[in-house]
């Protein structure tokens, strides 16, 4: 019991490492569940219409993956949080208030990247439906879940942006 309460006071109450790490891991369990889900629900797609018109596996492999990148936007953010608080080389001194500002980025981050993963997995859903009537529309249908791509990246500039204003506040 003693060495749980030296944990919490040392990463929770002294510092703020404890915070940060996570506002990290939740980033990456949100996102990573969003694409999941988002994968999942276009490969539900494009498995029924490769079903029925198999030869169509190529233009509709991109439409299937493209939730899969938030995911990937997700562990960018916990890489940056484990970089800079000095897990990931050097040793940073975390005020605990700053710990909890690192957690309720990650926290964000991670919500905005699941919740958009789900919306284009479900715009991937229509697009591959529009490939199927239309294969020539191939090219045309990606744009469609680019566009919910594009608040996927918007949530990981704001997080890169809100940390470096952070640093240069707690720090600088």
Known sequence: MAELQQFVARYFLQGGLGWAMIGAA????????GSARGIRIAAAQGAGVMSEKPELFGKLLVLMALPG??????????????MWTGLLGGQVNLHPIVGIAIMAIGIGTGLVEWKSAVFQGETSAAAI????????????????????????????????????????????
Request: with cysteine; glycine share 8%.
């Open 26 to 33: 939740a980033a990456v369990a949100l996102g990573c569940i």
């Open 69 to 82: 990148t938030q995911g990937f936007y997700s562990l960018i953010c916990a890489i940056l949080i484990g």
């Open 129 to 172: 439906n529009m490939v199927a009537r239309q294969p020539e529309s191939s090219g045309r249908a990606i744009l469609l879940p680019a566009l919910v791509e594009t608040y996927a990246l918007v949530a990981l500039l704001a997080a890169i942006v809100l940390m470096l204003f952070l640093k240069s506040v707690a720090i600088g």
